[in-house]
């Protein structure tokens, strides 16, 4: 149910994006969806890749700190108050979303949002329960 | 065990009386023989009669280093040439090297001191010391070999380097004590592990170690590597070499021999004499040397004094582990800081590693440290929330340990530069 996220420590100096995304770009790794959060001091680069092993291995050849997380991949209908529902749904369960940003693609019709979620395997059973649909790595891919 | 009795239990004021007397006698000397010494005591403005007890030393001059590399290579000596019967010197890797010229007697007060330094980690005469120390024109072989034999200890002068055969001696003569470099004694630990040799099966029972900085983590690892006590040895060349204090049993401060060495504590920039607990630079006079005497020499070295009892039974005052070097030291808003503490503190942080950087800036008149540590994989999480939690902890635990307000940044691996052996640890914009 769940999809792997590569986690990238940044620091804050002119320039070190672009360094990361030309790192990637040589080894023909292709970023499906990205967040990036930030500090006065350094950032954490959050990304979803087509390869995230090839991806993991050219991180760490270059000496960047990266780590892979679980995260869900939700779909949302693509309306007003699409958000709103999932939202309700996990918050009626008492699970807490650290942060989430969206997918580059669509699922259909439906939007699809990437979400950390404190605890992901709850949450994405309870999810199902509310008729909310989750993808895999696999079905992620093949979009 | 306490080698000297007498001398290492005297009472406060036995002990503070031998030293003024002694000291009498030392400035007498100096004045007499050492024109450098004359000069700098006439610029003070003292004379031989004005040292009656050891509370004048503080009319006394200070040396330095640099003074004594300006007399280069004999200005110091206090007796003539063919009376001294051994000389060492520094390695010079800073600059000329300085000397210590001994006489008979100084080698009687050198063997004396590491018998009781030895002694004080429960070296007898029924022991085989393996002494790793170099010997040569460094002073930490000869002067460990000089200890033992004085206690009637088998000493085996192996000296530095070639660990095959530093382990083969271990385990074939079955020695008892180690005397090497803390780093050394844990790369023999290594070595012995590669060759499937356990040193704790060898039956050491005690190390001795100086000769560099270390810390309370690594005598953890080294006594659970060795199977052994770490002794904490503390000298320098300029004094005698080794000798000038040691750790006892307790392993809670070193105790130096203040009958021979007084120690003073200053303030490296006012050189106001601190008192027990203030940090600042520790200050030695060597008060029964003969060939090559020092008033008031400045170590750079950092510790702080504490004259309260010992559990041991000796009453010399005890120094800290030396904290760092007053080259080191920075001045933040008035408060002493060592880059040594620093580092102990942000070590004891699960998952940070030794690669960290300071960085002094001035901001509205206010000085302001900033602590770079370097991220890894071990310390990396995926929040920000987790991570900035990690600076606040560091910033935390420093406010706690050291009482001064940093604000801690974390970067990227390697972003903190290498140099050759020692890293750069410090960038005090405040001079630019």
């Known amino acids: ?143 | 065990m306490i080698w000297n009795p007498d001398c290492e239990t005297l009472d406060r004021p036995g002990l503070n009386g031998l030293q003024g007397e002694r000291l009498g006698r030392l400035v007498d000397v100096l004045f007499r023989r050492v024109p450098f010494y004359r000069r700098k005591m006439e610029e003070k403005g003292v004379k031989p009669g004005d040292v009656q007890e050891i509370g004048d030393i503080a009319k006394l001059p200070f040396t330095t280093k640099d003074e004594m590399r300006d007399v280069y290579p004999y200005g110091l000596l206090a007796v003539a040439l063919p009376e001294i019967v051994e000389i060492h010197t520094s390695s010079g890797t800073t600059g000329k090297p300085v000397v210590d010229a001994y006489t008979r007697c100084d080698i009687e007060v050198w063997s004396e001191v590491m018998a009781r330094t030895l002694s004080a980690g429960g070296t007898t005469r029924h022991d085989i010391v393996q002494n790793a120390y170099g010997y040569g024109l460094f002073t930490g072989g000869l002067g460990v070999h000089y200890g033992a034999r004085r206690i009637g200890a088998t000493v085996i002068p192996i000296s530095g380097g070639n660990t095959k055969r530093q382990l083969a001696v271990l385990r074939d003569f079955a020695s008892t004590v180690l005397t090497c470099t803390p780093s050394y004694s844990l790369f023999l630990a290594e070595a012995a592990r590669e060759e499937g040799l356990d040193l704790r099966g060898v039956g050491l029972k005690a190390g001795f170690f100086g000769a560099e900085p270390w810390s309370e983590s690594m005598r953890t690892e080294i006594e659970s590597k060795l199977g052994a006590l770490a002794i904490d040895i503390y000298g320098l060349t300029e004094i005698i070499g080794p000798g000038v204090a040691t750790e006892c049993e307790h392993q809670d401060g070193l105790h130096i021999s203040e009958d021979h060495f007084y120690p003073e504590v200053i303030d490296p920039l006012t050189e106001r004499i601190l008192p027990d607990g203030e940090k600042g630079e520790l200050v030695i006079t060597t008060l029964t040397k003969e060939g090559t005497p020092l008033l008031r020499y400045r170590t750079r070295d950092i510790t702080y004094l504490d004259h309260s009892p010992c559990p041991c039974g000796r009453t010399t005052v005890r120094m800290h582990r030396v904290l760092g070097r007053t080259d080191d030291m920075l001045i933040i808003r008035g408060v002493n800081v060592f880059p040594s503490q620093i580092e102990e503190v942000i070590l004891s942080v699960d998952g940070v590693e030794p690669h960290y950087q300071l960085v002094v800036e001035r901001r509205d008149q206010l000085d302001e440290l900033e602590v770079q540590v370097e991220m890894n994989e071990k310390l990396f999480s995926d929040e920000i929330k987790g991570l900035e939690k990690m600076e606040r902890k560091i910033e935390a635990d420093l406010y706690a340990g050291l009482n001064i307000h940093t604000r801690v940044k974390l970067v990227e691996p390697k972003s903190i530069a290498r140099s050759e052996g020692k890293a750069k640890r410090i960038i005090d914009r405040r001079l630019e």
């Open chain 1, 1 to 143: 149910m769940s999809v792997r996220q590569i986690s990238i420590f940044l620091q804050n100096t002119k320039g070190r994006l672009a360094e990361v995304t030309r790192l990637l770009a040589a080894r023909k790794i292709n970023i499906r969806a990205l967040s990036l959060a930030d500090t006065a001091d350094f950032g954490v680069l959050r990304i979803i890749v087509n390869d995230p092993d090839a991806c993991l291995a050219a991180l760490k050849e270059s000496g960047i700190v990266a780590q892979e997380t679980e995260v869900l991949a939700v779909e949302i209908e693509d309306r007003p108050g699409g958000l709103e529902r999932v939202l309700a749904v996990l918050d009626a369960a008492g699970l807490n979303v650290e942060y989430m940003y969206a997918y580059v693609e669509k699922a259909k019709d439906n939007a699809i949002m990437i979400c950390r979620i404190d605890d992901r395997e709850r949450a994405a059973r309870v999810l199902v329960e509310n008729g909310i649909g989750t993808l895999t790595a696999e079905a992620l891919t093949t979009l």
